[in-house]
């Protein structure tokens, strides 16, 4: 399993952005297949948010986000990212990366590496 990190989480009013970044903390994301963002509001599921295959970089959206967030990697940097746009409150949660050795989609079971988490809050 890799052990991942994520930064970048933040306070935000309504209209910003933020940008999170994950890397693990051992290993390397091309050794991986795909790799993904979660995100989970309290009282909650945890919900997949934008998922990157590590190869193709072709991406997958949750609906809720489409045109707004854009998740990249950087092979050089190990690491992901996930630019996120125009947020509004109910994108206010714990966002968590996540890695898998198959293309786990948008589906929380799939992946078997996680991060901690980092809080993003958005503010009306």
């Known amino acids: 399993q890799m052990h991942l990190v994520e930064s970048g989480g933040g306070s935000v009013q309504a209209g910003g952005s933020l940008r999170l970044s994950c890397t693990p903390s051992?290993?390397?994301?091309?050794?991986?297949?795909?790799m993904a963002w979660f995100r989970q509001a309290p009282g909650k599921e945890r919900e997949g948010v934008a998922r990157?295959?590590?190869?193709?970089?072709?991406?997958r959206y949750a609906d809720s986000v489409k045109g707004r967030f854009d998740v990249s990697l950087d092979n050089a940097k190990n690491s992901v990212y996930l630019q996120m746009n125009n947020l509004t409150p109910a994108d206010t949660g714990v966002y968590y990366c996540?890695?898998?050795?198959?293309?786990?989609?948008?589906?929380?079971?799939?992946?078997?590496?996680w991060g901690r988490g980092t809080q993003v809050t958005v503010s009306p």
């Open positions: 051992n290993g390397y994301i091309y050794n991986t297949w795909s």
């Open positions: 996540a890695a898998s050795q198959q293309d786990g989609f948008l589906y929380a079971d799939r992946y078997n590496s």
């Open positions: 990157i295959l590590t190869g193709s970089e072709m991406v």
